[in-house]
Structure formats: structure tokens, C-alpha cells
């Protein structure tokens, strides 16, 4: 009986093991255009500098390649619903908020927010990395390609971030984003000449081919993180 249990207990343990973790429950992707990158981190300083942000998870991108309108990404990470909400009624409220408004008011352009929930975290935390390459796919089969994405994990691995987010506002001409982080440029996109000439990814995109298509890639650089 003894052994038994035991047996019970390694089994599971292995199974928390190699299961995808899920720091983060989703995000709130809003994007931005800045014509000044760092006059806009000193905006973003301020606002998390005021009392009411003190807990919230942000980070804050400059777009490098791709064709997306905005210039720069503001994500905040949530764990729940209700933490949403209370961080954006206290946000609102905020002087920090005011004062943002101000500095940015006469140049910043708001495109517009989306809702993004994590469906797996492979490696650390989206905002961990230094540089963020987003494969922006569309698929009518979510169950079959999310195991892809978790099979190309454990055959090729990743530089430090490999996140699986689905969309839950907009066209949805994106239904998912692949997320593949790593400290700079050069580490990203090495990962990604070992991935495409991998023997993983041919098997991947036969078994994900018929339902996927790949909408867009953009590659970003993090300007900075606050609530880490």
C-alpha cells in the first residue's frame, strides 16, 4: 500500500513538473503611439510612482520590426478579474494617472486595448524578457495546435520565454499569439534559425498546417518593467 502511494506521489509530482505554469492569468495589451520612447518612460515613471499603482505588473515596448501601427506596447499582467478591476479603478482615480495624462497628452496616440488570456507558460514570465518576437496566428483548431506549441517545447526548448496567449477581444482575425522572449536580440533570434531548421518544427507544421496561419510576426525590445 505504502509503495503504492508513494508511485501516486512521484506520478504527480512529475506531472506539476512538466506542466505549463500560469504566473499570469492574462493581459491587457494596449497600444500606443509615442513619438519620444523615453519621454515616455519618464510619463510611465510617474504614474507608477503614484501610491495607487503600488502591486501593478507593467511593461513597456518598443516595436523594432513588423508592421503594426503602433509604435510601442503597454501590457499590465493580471492573476484575476477582480485584481483588474481594482487596479484600474485605483489607476483612474490616481494623481499618477493626471499627471501621465498631462505629459502625454499633446503627443502620444492611443490605437486601442486587447484583452489577451495565457493559456500556457513554457518558460519564465513574458516580461522577464529583454526581447519579444509575437507570431500572431489565427487557428480553427486551439486544442491541437496548443499541444504543437508544447511538443516544439519539449523537443526544442526556448531561449527564456515561450507563452501561449489567446485572444478574447477584437477581429479575431488573431485568435492566438505565440510569445518567444529571451535576453536581446541575438539570443532570440538564434533560437529561432535552431527552431525552423529543427526536425521539431517540420513535425509541428504538419500537424498544425491545415488549421493554422500565421497573420503576422513582430519583434520588440522592452524599455522597461515596474511590480517585478
Not at 134 to 152: F, M, V
Not at 212 to 219: C, L
Not at 221 to 226: D, G, Q, S
Amino acid at each position: 500500500m505504502r509503495t503504492r502511494i508513494l508511485s501516486i506521489l512521484a506520478a504527480m509530482a512529475t506531472l506539476l513538473v512538466t506542466m505549463p505554469s500560469l504566473a499570469d492569468k492574462f493581459e491587457a495589451v494596449h497600444s500606443i503611439n509615442y513619438p519620444d520612447t523615453q519621454r515616455a518612460k519618464r510619463a510611465i515613471d510617474t504614474l507608477m510612482a503614484d501610491p495607487a499603482m503600488k502591486g501593478a505588473k507593467l511593461t513597456f515596448y518598443a516595436r523594432e520590426f513588423g508592421d503594426m501601427e503602433a509604435t510601442h506596447l503597454v501590457v499590465e499582467d493580471f492573476d484575476s478579474y477582480a485584481e483588474y478591476m481594482d487596479s484600474t479603478a485605483k489607476r483612474l482615480a490616481s494623481p499618477g494617472w493626471s499627471r501621465y495624462l498631462l505629459e502625454t497628452n499633446v503627443e502620444a496616440h492611443y490605437l486601442g486595448s486587447k484583452l489577451v488570456m495565457v493559456v500556457d507558460d513554457h518558460g519564465a514570465a513574458r516580461r522577464s524578457a529583454g526581447y519579444l518576437v509575437a507570431y500572431l496566428i489565427n487557428t480553427t483548431d486551439p486544442t491541437t495546435y496548443r499541444e504543437g506549441i508544447a511538443d516544439l517545447n519539449r523537443e526544442v526548448g526556448n531561449p527564456g520565454v515561450l507563452r501561449l496567449a489567446s485572444f478574447r477581444s477584437g477581429s479575431m482575425a488573431v485568435t492566438h499569439a505565440v510569445l518567444i522572449g529571451g535576453p536581446d536580440f541575438k539570443a532570440v533570434n538564434e533560437y529561432l534559425d535552431k527552431l525552423f531548421a529543427s526536425d521539431a518544427f517540420g513535425k509541428f507544421t504538419a500537424k498544425v498546417g491545415p488549421t493554422r496561419k500565421v497573420v503576422g510576426v513582430e519583434m520588440y525590445r522592452r524599455v522597461a518593467t515596474w511590480g517585478d
